[in-house]
């Protein structure tokens, strides 16, 4: 069962569309604390911020697709993670050092490339958004 009091490791974002690049980044993070809680910011046809005007997805739509990836490689939402929708947050900010961490995951190039603009662009081309 998801704890929500137990040490949770975040990940914001705006999932358009949830990839392997974000499965791989999942399996990072879960392996820290054992359970993640995933952000969904609410962009669906809005600009997230610079450079992120390009949101076709709904919450659902996005929810759907994490579960389904998710659980392809056996990780149940109550359980290993939660979903949370969030508003549109463009800035983090913080004062001083308050008991969390701010990390970079670094990638080999192969997850590093993936792009959520090209996956995109290429459903738009075979007409599937």
């Known amino acids: 069962m998801f704890d929500w009091k137990k040490p949770t490791v ?3 974002g705006r999932w358009q569309p949830w ?6 980044l999942f399996k990072r993070c879960i392996e820290k604390t054992g359970q993640v ?3 969904v910011r609410d962009v669906e046809g809005v600009s997230g911020g610079d450079g992120q005007d390009d949101n076709p997805f709904c ?8 579960e389904e990836n998710l659980l ?3 990780y149940k939402r109550g359980f290993d993670y939660e979903i949370m929708l969030v508003p549109n947050i463009t800035n983090i900010t913080y004062g001083r050092g308050v008991g969390y ?3 970079e995951e670094v990638f ?5 490339k993936i792009s959520a603009t090209k996956i995109r662009a290429e459903l ?6």
Do not use: A, F, P
């Open 37 to 39: 809680i995933i952000q």
């Open 108 to 112: 080999e190039e192969e997850i590093s």
């Open 59 to 66: 919450w659902d739509t996005v929810c759907k697709s994490i």
């Open 72 to 74: 392809e490689d056996g």
């Open 10 to 12: 975040q990940m914001l």
């Open 19 to 24: 990839h392997r690049g974000h499965q791989e």
């Open 101 to 103: 961490k701010i990390e």
């Open 124 to 129: 738009r081309k075979k007409g599937d958004l």
